[in-house]
């Protein structure tokens, strides 16, 4: 019996995805199921998708192109197993990853946990670092967010009534200030189980977009006022600087 489901979005991700997927598949602990989530009206990839062929994959054709978060949407609403991770199309798990998060969230009875994950570039160069806090608040949240979606895994309940906001980035950012504020404790484990690939294609990648997110978070979702607001976006883009600093420096 399956015990986790693993969400993977997939759009225009090709060049990535083969190391991605084997990263999951391979994995020592077997006891998990991949959903894909096709959200591209160009099927040029599909074929590709397609070609992987193992029982534990299922393959979701979105009939337009609807995002990462309403895409992993449609993931959670059909998902039956205790457990959801995420992965993005173009990350890579260490080969240990389920089974020690698995081991750790089933000794602690946790209801989210995450990661410390590398930050590695187009040719798989390892270029940053990120050290996660074994415990968060909401306010330190609201500062930064350091959680790397490919390294979280949190129980289905909790997600069947959360889903995530329709916005092109920020959108797991929204979810997990929203889980805090419900009085979800999220839960860090201090091993590099993930590697982040940072890319030029990627939507997390525009500055501007990741700024105009990062605003309408704080004023529609978290309703703070409008220059709480912005301040809370010109705190989180400063935050931002001295974490890529941090990263470089590490390494």
Excluded at 22 to 33: C, P, R, T, V
Excluded at 111 to 127: A, G, L, M, P, V
Excluded at 187 to 194: A, D, M, P, T
Aim: overall charge positive; charged content about 30%; aromatic content about 14%.
């Amino acid at each position: 019996m399956n015990l986790v489901t693993i969400i993977i979005p997939f759009y225009q991700k090709r060049k990535f995805f083969l190391k991605t997927i084997n990263s999951i598949l391979n994995q020592s602990y077997q006891k998990f199921e991949i959903i894909i989530i096709y959200d591209d009206e160009n099927k040029k990839d599909l074929n590709f998708v397609r070609s992987f062929k193992s029982k534990k994959i299922k393959i979701i054709i979105n009939k337009k192109n609807l995002g990462v978060g309403k895409s992993r949407n449609r993931g959670i609403k059909i998902t039956k197993t205790k457990y959801i991770a995420f992965c993005d199309a173009d990350d890579v798990w260490h080969k240990q990853k389920l089974k020690k998060q698995i081991l750790y969230m089933e000794r602690m009875n946790a209801e989210f946990s995450h990661t410390d994950y590398k930050i590695i570039n187009e040719e798989d160069k390892i270029i940053g670092k990120m050290k996660i806090k074994k415990n968060i608040s909401y306010s330190e949240l609201l500062k930064s967010c350091d959680i790397g979606l490919s390294s979280v895994m949190i129980q289905t309940k909790i997600l069947k009534k959360n889903l995530f906001h329709p916005l092109k980035t920020k959108e797991d950012y929204a979810l997990w200030l929203k889980l805090l504020k419900s009085g979800v404790k999220i839960s860090g484990i201090n091993e590099y189980l993930v590697s982040w690939r940072k890319n030029s294609f990627s939507l997390s990648s525009n500055i501007k977009q990741k700024i105009f997110d990062a605003f309408k978070l704080y004023y529609f979702y978290e309703k703070f006022n409008l220059f709480m607001s912005i301040y809370l976006t010109f705190r989180l883009s400063i935050f931002y600087l001295i974490k890529r600093f941090v990263q470089k420096k590490d390494l």
